[in-house]
């Protein structure tokens, strides 16, 4: 299985971005994809996650409201809609998946997830 996520970028506050993850390599309706991100100096943080449909979400305090998660199982491709982007969402993102069921709330934790894409910068400026 390989993740490769794209659409990072500089953007105002305030403004908009949307990442992608692309998958290839499985079945991807047997994954869970989870986002995620880090800024320099701090632990991986959990943002968004879902289940093979879409039909079940779960999104961290931090970015609920302002981001979604989403995907397209015909393009084997996942979604991260950022919208009211701040300075402190400045960190490079990753998409990540692993073919765990959802349950028990495993995807909130980085060590659970088996793939990971490499990773898209995010600056968000003043």
């Known amino acids: 299985v390989q993740l490769q996520a794209s659409g990072g970028g500089l953007v105002q506050a305030g403004g908009s971005l949307r990442l992608s993850c692309a998958f290839s390599?499985?079945?991807?309706?047997?994954?869970?994809v989870g986002w995620f991100r880090q800024a320099p100096g701090r632990e991986r943080e959990f943002l968004a996650a879902?289940?093979?449909?879409?039909?079940?979400?779960h999104y961290a305090d931090s970015v609920k409201g302002r981001f979604a998660i989403s995907r397209d199982n015909a393009k084997n491709t996942a979604y991260l809609q950022m919208n009211s982007l701040e300075l402190g969402d400045t960190a490079v993102y990753y998409c990540?998946?692993?073919?765990?069921?959802?349950?028990?709330?495993?995807?909130?934790?980085?060590?659970?997830?088996?793939?990971w894409g490499q990773g898209t910068q995010v600056t968000v400026s003043s």
């Open positions: 390599g499985g079945t991807f309706t047997s994954y869970v």
């Open positions: 879902l289940n093979w449909s879409g039909g079940s979400t």
């Open positions: 990540a998946a692993d073919s765990t069921g959802w349950y028990s709330n495993w995807y909130l934790n980085a060590r659970g997830y088996e793939y």
